[in-house]
């Protein structure tokens, strides 16, 4: 008899459930039923950077203008401390200084590569501008004085600042520290004076003699002060306050602009009054009385020719009875002045000279304004004065931004065809000379793929740019308002508008760039399909639908006695037929109680519509007012070229038209397209008390076909009562018999019209507090779209009802709220599996709510070429339902092996052509070419879906629809924008949040490789503009006129410092002017000074340690040891290492000498004492 042996019992249960344990970890990693093979990925960490690229656009609030005559660059400092500077078309660059103030004035030192800031804070920077990315190598800090203007002589390393005491100091710009010498207010003016002359507005050197400095006051006293003997030796007093001063290069008479919309020009050598007065605008009085006053003259220059009368140019001092008057730049040449009007209000303005020396024939050829929004270039050598055609990209503010899309590795046939058809789009009447600021060096173009940037404008249009390279280039501009009728005057205005401005604003572009599909959404519940052509062509009747997308109303009262309003007459045809024209003109406009009604916001042209080669309108398609009600605007929007299809959602509900067929396949609730799977549980509305005739029967029962596998036979008992008014929809060729099916599936029995007119409008009257509660909706919308026009900043608290980025997050919401506020979020064409049951893949829309809801809608689409176009498109809720937390914001799809299956397209045709012999090849779906084998993959292999939400990012394992893999984004914050994007021969999911994170995540795996801090969400702009894109690039919208370009590539921020241009370049100062023999034996010519004697430390002395205070900037040596990469970098860190290594040398060499001297002086001392002892005996020592 064997033993029983408990021990090896108990071992036996303990490696049972260790293994079993095992198993249950190993099970919750890898949900049950998911089997699929690992899939190796190949990003990681390393792969990732982020770091900014370039900036794009105007300088937002521009401050400050200076030009480097010799280098031709320009530079522009803004209110918030930002500095721009301009060499020839690509070479840009931008700064910023890290205390925020404004600029007030910049300083070139000429053809020296560095730049001198003044800013409102009381501090000078000086700049190095011979690295790629400036940096601040000193800074000043004035403790106890306002800094008011600056000058910086030519070829002079002393600085002149001018405080708002009055006193003048003297900067040395190599040290960046102060001279002891100072030119003292009181010491300037008269002493019998017993006021002060204000601060100092201006101060320049007498170009003949650089020991004279003219200094002028704002209350309108002018000083000229000898350097050399500390004194003044001229004042020139003005009962006007002083803006501006400016001399004649003979050093012989200077003009002043005043504020009374005077100049005045004076003598040097006559102080008492001046030469002349002249009012440029003001009108001349009889009996010789004084000009009626002006506004005042900001600016003058006073620049000379060889050949001719000298150019006074200035700005502003128009008379005051100009009312509404553009502000001008005037520009006199002899007895000719020209007004130029410009478009915003005049900054800072500059003449652009032949010489920088200022004593010699200036001769001006062009002036370059700063204006508010805009930079312009005046050619003064042609006659009428044109402007230069501007070629940097500084025109993306022209209508306030709304929305804006990036996409990189475009199609290499996309850009010249945009090119070719924005060419003909260019306004005539430029100069012809070349752009005159051309200076610095493009860098090396290391990226090669097509960038496109598309930006959606307050006014309706479109601009489509050229990327590439981090450069940026309007390729071409389209505008949406074409198709619509406007108003001449606010009085004409449609009384159907749901906003008080900018009716045409884009909010959501969908863009196919292989097939050149084109979709946007606007503002006032619209949508229209673009189609590409290089053809022109007239269409007389633009193509029109009008969709009634309502949310299901609470008990609705119907009162005996009131009609129903009638319901647009449907076409007799089956056959699609071109849009007739009179399907443009609404069907009702209001209902018997004078409630507007089945009318949209906006009314399309009747008019033959002339379209230039690009984009042309396919279709318009309109929401309608309901019941007094207005639409939603749109929160969706995708279009399929492929599939000729395209979908729009709202809070209302979902729409899917095709517009190959002009037809409205589907127009449901969002809660009809849960059927009996709706997760909140719930349930109809009480059943309306109506008077059904049977033709309404028939028609609710035919819109219920397409449904019939999706909802049980109680729900369609429930729903066939007050489904009516969802399926109405006024169409010129469309029967409203399926909604869920194309009209040109056949027609049941025809309703005649008096059958209509006696069906109940249910939405007739609704009870006071929904009707209020749609009010504050629609007002709250309404708001949300002046909003996306104007730069407001967002509340600290993000979580405001009213904020569109809130949707539904608090738990606090009760659930009929949270069941009226959900949207459609996101929508997705793709051929993928729709049920579990499903074996291979079909043509599917993925939809995608605020409540975190994922639902399939199956699409049955006919054959391709003419078939398409006769036989319908049948469209069924699949029953799948998928959740996540927060919001779905993206949705994409991987094959088997992890890559990235795209969508189905169409490949772009020439439709303006007759079509060729073989129509049907071109017709046939393909695939774009793309790193995944997904188009020949075999019907047994699963596939992938990615899901972002605003909260958390799944990975669902298709046709089992099992999670195979899950990630937590954000639980204190929201996601904001979530793009699936290629990046080094994989893709990853890239999401920027609200807290101010970027973060990547490897697909399908979802681990975290990248979490950096970026970029706190202070408005609503970054919100709406946050992009990524392919290949580590992403962008948005900085500030109301500029574009912020950013990388997460580390390889792109590897060679970024290669492909940045370079500012300086080695140039040979012009040589100075001949002073002519006469000159100087007679000494006629300038006058030097020397400097460097007069402000030194040894004979002006140190200057008060409390006045200023000296900072060292990151621009040195160190800056550039740390900053520098690439090639630049390692030429930088040769040329400190040769540096450093000749230092030592020099200091080895300095020892040895010493150690020489110090031999030749031991040998010299051994030598004497050889000769002193050498007779001596050994004991006389």
Not at 131 to 157: D, G, M
Not at 642 to 669: E, H, T
């Amino acid at each position: 008899m064997r033993k029983f042996n408990i021990r090896k019992v108990l071992d036996g249960l303990t490696a049972g459930s260790s293994s079993a344990s095992q198993q249950q970890q190993q099970q919750q990693q890898h949900p049950p039923g998911n089997r699929e093979p690992e899939i190796q990925e190949t990003l990681q960490s390393e792969h990732f950077q982020l770091c900014k690229t370039v900036r794009h656009g105007f300088p937002y609030q521009p401050s400050a203008l200076a030009f480097d005559p010799v280098q031709k660059i320009l530079a522009v400092g803004t209110q918030t401390g930002a500095l721009r500077l301009f060499g020839r078309p690509g070479v840009e660059c931008y700064c910023q200084h890290d205390s925020g103030a404004a600029v007030i004035q910049l300083q070139f030192l000429i053809n020296e590569g560095a730049l001198v800031s003044a800013l409102a804070d009381d501090t000078l920077h000086l700049w190095n501008l011979r690295q790629k990315r400036p940096a601040i190598l000193h800074s000043l800090k004035f403790c106890r004085e306002r800094v008011t203007f600056c000058h910086l002589p030519f070829q002079s390393k002393w600085l002149y600042v001018g405080t708002e005491r009055g006193n003048i100091h003297i900067v040395n710009v190599e040290s960046f520290t102060l001279s002891g010498y100072v030119v003292m207010w009181n010491k300037a003016i008269e002493l019998s004076s017993k006021s002060h002359p204000g601060p100092v507005v201006h101060i320049s050197d007498n170009p003949m003699d650089e020991g004279k400095l003219l200094i002028g006051f704002e209350s309108g006293t002018v000083v000229l002060w000898d350097l050399k003997s500390k004194k003044a030796d001229y004042r020139y007093t003005y009962d006007e306050a002083i803006h501006s001063v400016a001399w004649h290069h003979e050093g012989k008479q200077f003009i002043c602009s005043h504020s009374d919309g005077t100049l005045t020009i004076w003598n040097v050598r006559s102080p008492t009054k001046p030469v002349q007065t002249i009012t440029p605008h003001g009108k001349q009085l009889k009996d010789g009385k004084k000009p009626e006053p002006c506004k005042p003259i900001l600016k003058v220059e006073f620049k000379t020719t060889r050949s001719g009368e000298p150019f006074i140019i200035l700005s502003g001092g128009l008379s005051y009875d100009t009312v509404g008057r553009r502000p001008c730049l005037t520009v006199m040449h002899g007895k000719s002045t020209a007004v130029l009007e410009m478009d915003y209000s005049i900054v800072d303005f500059l003449t652009l000279c032949e010489t920088p020396y200022p004593n010699d024939f200036q001769e001006p050829y062009a002036v370059v304004v700063l204006l508010e929004k805009d930079l312009v270039l005046i050619d003064l050598a042609q006659n009428g004065y044109p402007i230069f055609e501007n070629p940097y990209p500084l025109s993306i503010h022209e209508s306030p931004v709304t929305c804006c899309e990036y996409f990189a590795d475009c199609p290499v046939d996309l850009i010249p065809a945009l090119y070719s058809v924005g060419a003909r789009q260019k306004r005539q009447g430029y100069s012809k000379k070349e752009w005159p600021i051309n200076g610095g060096n493009w860098g090396l173009g290391a990226q090669s793929y097509p960038e496109i940037i598309i930006t959606g404008h307050a006014d309706g249009s479109l601009k489509f740019w050229d990327a590439s390279a981090i450069t940026l280039q309007v390729l071409y501009k389209l505008k949406t308002s074409k198709v619509f009728e406007k108003s001449r005057n606010k009085d004409e205005r449609p009384n159907t508008d749901i906003v008080d401005e900018d009716p045409y604003a884009i909010q959501i572009i969908s863009w196919c760039p292989e097939s050149r599909m084109l979709c946007i959404a606007g503002v006032s519940a619209h949508v229209i399909i673009y189609r590409f052509s290089k053809q022109e062509v007239v269409t007389e009747v633009i193509p029109m639908l009008e969709v009634r997308l309502l949310y299901e109303i609470n008990d609705v009262e119907t009162p005996e006695g009131e009609q129903a309003p009638p319901l647009p007459t449907p076409g007799g045809g089956s056959n699609p037929q071109p849009i007739p024209p009179q399907s443009h003109p609404s069907t009702s406009s209001s209902s018997s109680d004078g409630l507007r009604d089945n009318v949209p916001c906006l009314k399309v042209k009747n008019s033959p519509l002339k379209q230039s080669p690009g984009y042309q309108t396919e279709l318009v398609i309109q929401l309608v007012w309901v019941g007094g009600e207005p639409p939603q605007q749109i929160t969706s929007l995708a279009v399929n070229s492929s599939y000729g299809l395209v979908v729009f959602g709202n809070c209302n509900g979902i729409a899917m038209v095709d517009y190959l067929q002009k037809a409205v396949l589907l127009n449901l609730g969002t809660i009809e397209l849960y059927g009996s799977n709706d997760p909140h549980r719930r349930e109809p509305r009480s059943p309306r008390k109506s008077r059904q005739p049977s033709g309404g029967v028939l028609f609710v029962t035919s819109c219920m076909c397409g449904l019939s596998s999706l909802y049980s036979e109680s729900m369609k008992k429930l729903r066939s009562s007050f489904l009516t008014g969802l399926c109405d929809i006024s169409e010129g060729t469309v029967v409203p018999e399926d909604r869920c099916k194309s009209p040109t599936s056949g027609s049941s029995s025809p309703h005649n019209s008096d059958d209509e007119q006696k069906m109940n409008n249910f939405i007739e009257k609704v009870k006071t507090k929904s009707r209020k509660f749609s009010k504050m909706v629609a007002s709250d919308i309404a708001k949300m779209s002046r909003k996306l026009s104007l730069p407001t900043d967002l509340k600290p608290d993000l979580d405001v009802k009213d904020n569109s980025f809130s949707r539904s997050r608090s738990s606090s919401v009760t659930s009929i709220d949270k069941e009226s506020r959900e949207a459609i979020s996101a929508l997705h064409f793709c051929e993928t599996f729709t049920r579990k049951t499903d074996s291979s893949p079909s043509p599917c829309l993925w939809v995608g709510t605020t409540l975190g809801t994922v639902l399939v809608i199956a699409l049955n689409l006919p054959p391709g070429g003419e078939q398409r176009l006769l036989q319908p498109v049948i469209v069924s809720p699949s029953g799948t339902i998928l959740r996540l937390k927060g919001a779905i914001l993206r949705m994409a799809f991987l094959d088997t092996t992890g890559c990235l299956i795209p969508p189905a397209y169409e490949p772009w045709r020439e439709h303006n052509v007759p079509e060729e012999k073989d129509e049907k090849e071109k017709l046939k779906k393909r695939r774009p070419v793309s790193v995944s084998p997904s188009s020949s993959q075999e019907i047994s292999e699963n596939q992938y879906a990615v899901i972002c939400s605003e909260k958390q990012a799944k990975v669902i394992s298709l046709p089992t629809q099992n999670c195979a893999y899950k990630q937590n984004i954000t639980e204190t914050s929201f996601v904001l924008r979530g793009d699936i994007v290629a990046l080094s021969n994989s893709i990853c999911l890239a999401c920027f949040c609200a807290n101010g994170h970027i973060m990547t995540f490897s697909l399908p795996s979802l681990r975290p490789l990248l979490d950096v801090y970026y970029l706190p969400l202070t408005n609503m702009r970054i919100a709406r503009t946050f992009c990524f894109t392919n290949n580590g690039q992403a962008l948005y919208l900085v500030s109301p006129t500029e574009i912020q370009r950013l990388t997460y590539s580390q390889e792109t921020c590897e060679n970024l410092q290669e492909m940045l241009g370079e500012l300086f370049t080695p140039v040979e100062t012009p040589e100075a002017p001949n002073r002519g023999f006469f000159k100087g034996l007679f000494g006629g010519g300038a006058q030097s000074l020397d400097r460097e004697e007069l402000f030194g430390e040894s004979s002006s002395g140190k200057a008060s340690r409390s006045l200023a205070q000296h900072i060292p900037g990151p621009g040195g040596i160190e800056g550039v040891k740390g900053a520098a990469s690439g090639v630049v970098g390692e030429l930088a860190r040769a040329r400190l290492a040769l540096d450093e290594r000749g230092q030592k040398l020099g200091d080895l060499e300095e020892r040895t000498a010493a150690m020489l001297s110090s031999a030749d002086a031991f040998s010299k001392h051994a030598h004497e004492m050889m000769l002193k002892y050498k007779d001596k005996k050994w004991y006389q020592f």
